[in-house]
Structure formats: structure tokens, C-alpha cells
């Protein structure tokens, strides 16, 4: 019974002095952020979200993959938190330490309330330049607004960087130049192959290996090295909790599995603790 498991899951909270959350792209999910693995959908849908997540993408066609990014940083300007966000920024006041480790780009567990949560694979609002790494402030203006409509504007030629068109293979935008060197401006994610932000893994990783549990949300626990932040915490003897309406890899690992979706399990866990 899943309220057994809830139970279960609080009673092991309830002990514990420092708690891991570890999520991935499911807890937003029910905000209306697609999760890495679905299909892309409209203008993109002619692409493979992992194919234009990648440095090579960027160097073969700077447009199309800023342009990309400048998409789902609008779409996220639109989405709110869910409650399993509000839930995980409730928590950090039920438990004596709370550390929140996220592989997600977008903002949410900060529009929630947490504070400081550990960005493994970079963020949405953190553009840098492709060149000298510069951070690197970009107005809002750069996007190409969604709501013009695509049959009313011209399609650019192949290959075209114009930000007023829309080609059938999804919409590009010129990256910005870096006001320091002049470089293309990139955005501040961390792409198939490259490393994970030292300082943010490193914190993790500490954190992981000091907490009595991990609750881990939302994500296939299939991409490394952010992966093994659950299992690092196992390895150190604490209790993992998962919270994922499907069957992952981490399944064998936790303690207690609670198959269902973040916005239902996570409040109804902070009102077991609660109570
Ligand atoms: N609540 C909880 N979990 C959900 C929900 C939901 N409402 N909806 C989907 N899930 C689960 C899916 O069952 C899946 O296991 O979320 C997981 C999402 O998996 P991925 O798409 O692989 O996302 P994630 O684990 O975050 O991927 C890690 O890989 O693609 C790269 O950089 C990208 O940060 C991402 C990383």
C-alpha cells in the first residue's frame, strides 16, 4: 500500500539529521516541462533533444541550438512550481539539514523556495561565452517571441540565423556576442561529454556521502556522473527513497520506492512528517 510506504518513508525522515534531495527532470514534469527523453513537440519536433545538447551541435550550428535554448527558457518563463517543488522547500524546514542537488536547468526549485540548490548540469539562466567563459547577461529581447504566429512570418533560407523566421527544422537565434571578446555567447548547461561544474559536484558529492538519507525524484538515475549521487550516498550507509511512478535502475537500491508522481508523493510525505 502506498500509505504504508508514505508512513514508512516519514518514520525514516523523522530520524534523519541530514537529508539529500536529489532530482531530476520528473519533479517538473507536472509543471508542463517535457522531461529529457520525451519527443520533442512543434517546431522542434524534427529533432533529438540529446543531439542538440551536445558542444559539437553548437560548433556545427550556433543558431539552431541557441535557438533552442532561447525556446525552452521562454517556455520555463511561463511554468510555475508544482507541489512537489513547494513540497521540497517545506521540507528543508522539517529536517535539521537540507541539501538539494538538481540535474535540471530550470529555475523551479528556486521559485519554490530552496534556497541555494546545487545545479549539477548547469542552468537555463546562466549563459556564458563559448570563448573565454565570460558570464554573460542576456535581455529577454534576444528571444523570438512564441506567440508570433509561425505562418505569419517569412521562413528563412537553410542555414539562415534571422530571428524573425522560422524555419521548418525549429527556430534560430544569432547567439550574442560576448561583450568581453566578442565570442558567441552559449548557453550555461552542461552538454553530452562535457564536465560537470566542479565546485556544484563536489558539494554534492560531500553532501551525498554525509547524509542519512537521499531521496532521490523524478529521474532515470541514468546519466553519469550525476548518477551516482544516490549511489554514493548508499555506499556511505544512508537510506535511499525513491520517489518515480516508473521502475529505474535505482530501484534495488532504495529502501522504500514510492511509485508515484512527485506532486502526489511529496506532499503527502511532508504531511506524514508533519503529523
Ligand atoms: N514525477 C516523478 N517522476 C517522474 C514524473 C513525475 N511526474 N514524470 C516522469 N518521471 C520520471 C520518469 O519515469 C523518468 O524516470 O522522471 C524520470 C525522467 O528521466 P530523464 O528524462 O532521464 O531525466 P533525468 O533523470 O533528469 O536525466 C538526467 O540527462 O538528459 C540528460 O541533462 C539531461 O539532466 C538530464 C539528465
Known amino acids: 500500500m502506498e500509505v504504508d510506504r508514505i508512513r514508512d518513508a516519514a518514520t525514516i525522515l523523522r530520524q534523519a539529521k541530514r537529508v539529500v534531495v536529489f532530482t531530476g527532470a520528473g519533479i517538473s514534469a507536472e509543471s508542463g516541462v517535457p522531461t529529457f527523453r520525451d519527443a520533442l513537440t512543434g517546431l522542434w519536433e524534427r529533432f533529438d533533444a540529446q ?19 532561447e525556446w525552452r527558457r521562454t517556455q520555463l518563463l511561463r511554468v510555475r512550481p508544482n507541489p512537489g517543488h513547494d513540497a521540497v522547500a517545506a521540507l528543508a524546514g522539517l529536517v535539521p539539514t537540507l541539501t538539494v542537488i538538481t540535474q535540471n536547468v530550470d529555475d523551479l526549485h528556486e521559485r519554490a523556495g530552496s534556497v541555494d540548490p546545487l545545479h549539477l548540469h548547469g542552468s537555463l539562466f546562466a549563459p556564458r561565452c563559448s ?11 534576444t528571444v523570438t517571441s512564441p506567440e508570433s504566429s509561425p505562418s505569419s512570418s517569412p521562413a528563412p533560407s537553410p542555414g539562415s540565423s534571422s530571428t524573425a523566421g522560422v524555419a521548418d527544422e525549429g527556430r534560430r537565434i544569432t ?67 525513491q520517489v518515480n511512478p516508473q521502475a529505474t535502475p535505482l530501484d534495488t537500491l532504495a529502501v522504500v520506492n514510492l511509485h508515484q508522481s512527485a506532486a502526489q508523493a511529496l506532499p503527502a510525505l511532508v504531511e506524514a512528517l508533519q503529523s
Not at 543531439?51 to 535554448?69: C, I, R, S
Not at 556576442?177 to 561544474?197: I, K, Q, T
Not at 558539494?203 to 548518477?227: F, I, N
Open 131 to 141: 570563448v573565454c567563459a565570460a558570464p554573460a547577461i542576456v535581455e529577454s529581447s
Open 175 to 241: 547567439p550574442p556576442s560576448c561583450e568581453r571578446c566578442g565570442g558567441a555567447v552559449r548557453p550555461g548547461v552542461v552538454w553530452f561529454g562535457e564536465a560537470l561544474p566542479e565546485d556544484a559536484l563536489e558539494t554534492a558529492v560531500l553532501a551525498a556521502s554525509e547524509c542519512d538519507v537521499l531521496l532521490t525524484v523524478g529521474t532515470s538515475g541514468l546519466v553519469y556522473p550525476a548518477a551516482e549521487i544516490p549511489r554514493v550516498a548508499a555506499r556511505f550507509g544512508a537510506a535511499v527513497i
Open 51 to 69: 543531439a542538440l545538447a551536445t558542444p559539437q551541435a553548437f560548433a556545427d550550428d550556433p543558431a539552431l541550438v541557441w535557438g533552442w535554448y
